[in-house]
DNA sequence: AATTATCACAACCGCAACTAT
DNA sequence: TATAGTTGCGGTTGTGATAAT
């Protein structure tokens, strides 16, 4: 499948089922822009003034945008929500907020967060560079696709049948090749000839619905007042985390194959 | 039960890019 | 075009909750 096709679709997915989340209020509000006029000002001032808040304007913004603005998802990242982080920070590195927003509802600073304490703590597990080719290349052809086999483990997907094995069947491919025949993650051929796996991650996930994903809030579970979101999910993998052990033992076990090799 | 360590998330900071005048 | 004000971004630090001792 196309790159570019896959994109679309899950663009598509995305506006289907989280338009109001991506876009939501806020575009149907005028965002002024430039200086401010007086009665903004005056208006601000009699905010201040009657509420007392002592904060920044950048603080106050910031956390509008990651905390109070509608629609904002809080609450587990989902496996696919991994699945998609792993693959679009593949192409396009530290770039969070290019990254959120194919994730509707999810901050930038969230899927910043989720990457330094998970990614990057597991790099530092495996006394990987998290910058390295090994590292990256193992994210691609060994955690990626196990990911995704344990998103179809999962068994809870919206998707019919046939579409799962139309869009999954690559990727398990890739899985077993990397387990046991591929002497280096990054020179297997089998992964550059047919549909990557980038590609079929992001169709995947398109698939899947990926503004069904996301789980209760957790503040909420932990009884915070924090109002919740409307955006909750109907059949998402809430609290599922891949950074097992089991899955870090599997790891730590293909990159020991590549060094023997 | 008290203390310490660890973790995840929220917030801050500095800088660059953008926009209006 | 130059400049000041505003916004966005990414790295870093702070904080509260929880686990471990």
Known sequence: MEYTSSVHMIMRSLSDCGSSVANGSEEDMEIRKGPWTEEEDSALLNHITTYGLKRSGKSCRLRWLNYLRPNVRRGNITLEEQLLILDLHS???NRWSKIAEQLPGRTDNEIKNYWRTRVV?????LKCDVNSKQFRDALRYVWMPRLMEQIQAQGRSTMCVSQAREIVNPVTSVSMASSKSCSSFSGCEQFQASSSVSDSCVSYYSLMGSGSGGGS???AEKGATSSSTPFEPENGFAGADFW???????LQQQLADDDHL
Not at 121 to 125: G, R, S
């Open 91 to 93: 192409r396009w590195g």
């Open 121 to 125: 703590k597991q790099a530092k597990q």
């Open 244 to 250: 097992t052990d089991e899955n870090i033992w599997f």
């Open 217 to 219: 809030s957790e503040r």
